[in-house]
């Protein structure tokens, strides 16, 4: 994307084309304008629409191109925390309530595919989170109690029945969920933006947000060469965000996260290794996931920029990681390499932000941006319809403040990845 191969690497050559979309020009008028064209932004717009709101969405760059078309493409249910901890971090009212939205989150993309017959590669047989060693096991074990006495469809698998789905000996046990999925992410963020101007929305690409201000009840939000006035500014740019509300940006940490595809495997290979199509991850610090793609790729990734020395740092470790793994595999070569960023709050939680009146957004997705930034799309859909007051949002109104120490630990976390990877998996 924007002549990058390592911007979206084999989701660019597998999704399905993008709308044919253009640059803002000239002066328009809407209900609402939405900034950023990701699942968050594209799931606003589309219910929206579908509610015959007029909708304007302007995007900075491409459809998909920050986190919602880079991500590994797993559907999870919930975040990282602990269910029981949300409580704690959010009060009993908001932590229940969103566990209940995340939840159910999956369920909600599938419906929203099946709806548009949006062709995004969906599985619905479930992720596997895999354990490594007695402490991975311990953490899926205390997971799978927590969700259980939520009533959640998991499954606490040993270490056979793991080998089993998976194709390794290397897991200790896994914690497989039933709500959850994979599919290929840059294809179903741009079947989002197909059924949103289907639906009656305006989209304009290569159209970086400059300025918002206020003018006379509404907001006018201003590109370089047009601008929009609405009455109701959604802010869906995320980990990406710049310009005018860049607060947001700051407010998370940016973990690099590399995906790497091997060539399609032979039809033996792939009744040794996921048959059954899971997306899986595992419980290391510095994890790795994996799935498979529909046309039998191995999809692999980890912590790391593919760029400068990190290139060949943790493509030789994932080859090396992959040897271990599956050596059934031989061999391995990688078809496809790409990477992005993953913005990290300071409580692994999303936030809601009123940037200004009527002006809104949640982000901080910490690595789960499929499920969340599709219902969050929603949410603020039904917000501004007036179907949900914002003491019935699911989270609580917060400032967005910025992370201290951002740069140093970003470079941390890049530079830690690769002293982790040049010495990870030898033999």
């Known amino acids: 994307m924007l002549n990058d191969a390592r911007s979206h690497g084999l989701w660019e050559k597998t999704a399905i084309a993008p709308p044919r979309t253009s640059c803002l020009t000239g002066r328009l008028v809407a209900d609402v304008v939405i900034v950023g064209g990701g699942f968050t932004g594209l799931s606003a717009a589309l219910h929206l629409a579908e509610a015959g709101r007029r909708v304007v969405v302007l995007e900075g760059r491409e459809i998909g191109f920050g986190g919602s078309g880079r991500n590994v493409g797993l559907i999870n249910a919930g975040m990282w925390v602990m269910p029981d901890d949300l409580p704690g971090e959010l009060g009993e009212v908001h932590g229940e309530r969103l566990l209940q939205l995340l939840g159910n989150g999956p369920q909600i993309v599938m419906s929203i595919v099946d ?145 790497l595809a091997t060539r399609p495997l032979s039809p033996q290979l792939r009744e040794t290794i996921l048959p059954g199509r899971e997306g899986a991850w595992d419980t290391k610090e510095i994890l790795s996931s994996f799935r498979m793609d529909r046309a039998g790729r191995l999809v692999f990734g980890s912590v790391g920029a593919l760029r400068n020395t990190g290139t060949a740092i943790h493509v030789a470790w994932a080859k090396r990681a992959l040897a271990r793994l599956f050596p059934q595999l031989g061999s391995v070569e990688f078809e496809y390499e790409w990477y992005g960023k993953i913005g990290m709050t300071d409580n692994a939680l999303p936030r809601f932000h009123r940037f200004g009146r009527n002006i809104v957004g949640f982000s901080g997705y910490n690595g789960r941006g499929i499920a969340p930034g599709t219902v969050f799309g929603q949410v603020l859909a039904r917000h501004i319809l007036g179907e949900l007051e914002e003491a019935d949002l699911p989270l609580p109104v917060t400032d967005a403040r910025q992370q201290s120490l951002r740069g140093l630990r970003e470079s941390y976390y890049e530079v830690g990845a690769q002293l982790a990877h040049f010495s990870g998996e030898r033999f």
């Not at 895999?130 to 402490?135: F, Q, S």
């Not at 949103?196 to 305006?202: E, H, I, K, S």
């Open 115 to 259: 709806k548009h017959g949006i062709e995004c590669e969906l599985e619905r047989n479930g992720t596997l989170h895999c354990a490594v060693g007695k402490a991975g096991l311990k953490e899926i074990t205390e997971r799978a109690r927590q969700w259980q006495k939520r009533g959640a469809p998991v499954e606490l698998l040993d270490a056979a029945a793991t080998a089993a789905r998976i194709g390794t000996k290397a897991y200790a046990g896994s914690l497989l969920d039933r709500r959850a999925g994979t599919l290929q992410p840059l294809a179903y963020v741009r079947g989002l933006a197909h059924a949103a101007l289907q639906a009656g929305a305006v989209l304009h690409t290569g159209s970086p947000v400059l300025s918002c201000a206020q003018e006379g009840t509404g907001w006018k939000v201003s590109t370089a060469s047009g601008s929009v006035i609405a009455e109701w500014v959604i802010v869906a740019t995320d980990a990406y965000s710049e310009g005018p509300w860049a607060n947001v940006r700051r407010e998370q940490v940016h973990l690099p996260y590399f995906n």
